[in-house]
Each structure stands twice: as C-alpha cells, then as structure tokens.
C-alpha cells in the first residue's frame, strides 16, 4: 500500500520529510486516509509520513486567554481534557460523538480537519469560536516558516483545504469564550450511536437582561464546508428568545441552505429538519445556562 514510510521521531524531522517528498501522505490516526487506499479512492503515490510518534504534536495548552491544541491530539484526549470540559464543553461534546471509542482513541482534530468533510463532528465547535490552524513547513536552508488561518478561510470546500505540499498543519488555537457564555453542539445520524452526522451543529450564545448580546451558529452537513450562519445571528441578535423568534431562526436557516446548494432530491426532508434541528440546538444551549 506504501512504497516509502517513513516514521519522524520530531515535528522538524518531518517537515524536512514532506519538503523533500511534497507527494507523500500525511498519517495521523488513519482512520480516514487507511480506508480511502484500501478502497483506492485516494489513488495518490504510496508515500506515508507518519506523524504518531511526533509528542510535541499532541498537546493540549493554555495560555491566558488562549487555548493550544495539537494536531495530533485524538479525540480521546480531547474527551478527557479538564480544561476543555471547563472551557468549551461543546468541543469534548462534539469529540465524544466521534465514532467508537477505537476511533476516538486512534482519530485525530488535524486529521478531522484536514479530511475537510462537511460531515465532521470536530469542526463546527472550532468554527462557532473562531479557531484559527497553525500551518509549518521549512525551507532547504532548515529555516522553518509559520501561517496561521481562520479555519473557515482554511476549509475550501468539501474534501479540500489550503493546506500546500510541503506544509503540516501543528495546531488549532482559539480563544476562550466568556464565563457567561453557553454552549451546545448536537447531531443527528442514522441511529443513536457509531452513525456519520446527517445533520451536526454548535451554538454559543452570551445573553444579557433576557437577549441575545452574541451568538455564534454552526449548521454542520448542511453546505459544502463548514460556516456560520451569519444571517440567522444577525436576525437573532438583541432579540429576545421566544417561539415565534426561533421558529423564524429556523425558517432562515432552511433558507440559507436552500440558498447556497439548490433544491435537491432530499429538500422536502432535509430543509424541514434544518429548521427544526436549529430551532432545537438554540433551545438546548440556553438550557446548558441551568446546569452552571
């Protein structure tokens, strides 16, 4: 399946590989990449640089107000974070819907991210806070060169990123919501467990004196990557929450979707549930607000 593996024991090592062999592949956990080969949908070289033993790769920091987290943090490891649990508990919600405990242990936030599904858990929490990935490659003069991009501008498309050749995305960094902020992230699947997202979103919303002062709407599975629904914040900021404001929340959620992917043969479901799943995952997030 591989004509070269190679194995970097440090992040430097293995920029130095993925300068020298642009074509090989990344391996994180594999739980994506392992099975596109065995089906011989990724039919690129045979190339793998396996990121597993890289530890510097793996960690989860903060700094004052700002959370690091590695690439090649599993989900797993995300699900056991304290500070992430007390932080943005809607990320280790979200980490915690991925697949089978196997998964989670093997899977990683770069490779979840990286794979660019419109489907994948990890990523609605990251882009409801405003994450942004750190991006490394290094030059034949062993300098190493930095970028950082928000991870909506990251994300192109379904299945593709702005990820060059020679570089490795090292971390995901974002800033830590407020204290009065609530968050929430939900999904819906073919069955209660082990199910791909037909439709996954997260929220997070700050209210003072009975409305809405922020919110931050991520519909997952929905459009082509994953994005804010801005218009549906727009409407529900300074408004107060009652049913008639979520039921219309909902109506503009259906709309934008409608909107950027055209009437399709699963609209007359689909559209419905968008309303109502927004409607719901607004709901459950302000009930987080009782357990604090």
Do not use: W
């Not at 980490?95 to 770069?110: E, F, H, K």
């Amino acid at each position: 399946m591989s004509s070269v593996f190679f194995q970097p024991q440090n992040l430097k090592q293995a920029l130095e590989y993925k300068r020298d062999f642009e074509e090989a592949a990344l391996l994180a956990g594999g739980t994506d990449l392992i099975i596109a080969k065995r089906s011989g949908k990724d039919t690129k070289k045979g190339d793998l640089i396996d990121l597993s033993k890289i530890n510097e790769l793996k960690t989860i920091n903060v700094y004052e107000d700002i959370i690091s987290v590695g690439s090649m943090a599993t989900f797993s490891a995300i699900c056991d974070s304290e500070i992430l649990h007390e932080k943005v508990a809607f990320l280790c919600q979200a980490a915690l819907s991925v697949g089978a405990p196997q998964i989670r242990n093997r899977g990683t936030i770069g490779g979840n991210i990286c794979n660019a599904s419109p489907a994948a858990d990890g990523i609605p929490p990251l882009v409801c806070l405003g994450a942004q990935v750190n991006l490394q490659s290094i030059g034949k003069n062993g300098e190493i060169q930095s970028r950082t991009l928000p991870i909506e501008v990251f994300i192109l498309n379904k299945g593709k990123t702005a990820l060059k050749n020679n570089e490795i995305l090292t971390s995901i960094v974002l800033k830590l919501p407020s204290e009065k902020t609530k968050t929430r992230f939900d999904k819906i699947g073919r069955r209660n467990a082990l199910a791909i997202s037909r439709l996954n979103g997260a929220c997070l919303i700050k209210m003072a004196h009975d409305r809405v002062e922020q919110i931050s709407l991520v519909i997952g599975a929905a459009t082509s990557r994953p994005e804010r629904f801005v218009v549906v914040e727009d409407y529900l900021t300074g408004k107060k929450l009652s049913d008639d404001t979520l039921n219309e929340a909902g109506r503009l959620a259906s709309d934008y979707v409608l909107e950027q992917t055209g009437r399709r043969a699963s609209s007359a479901y689909k559209l419905p549930v968008i309303a109502r799943f927004t409607e719901a995952l607004i709901k459950k997030t302000l009930k987080e607000e009782d357990k604090k």
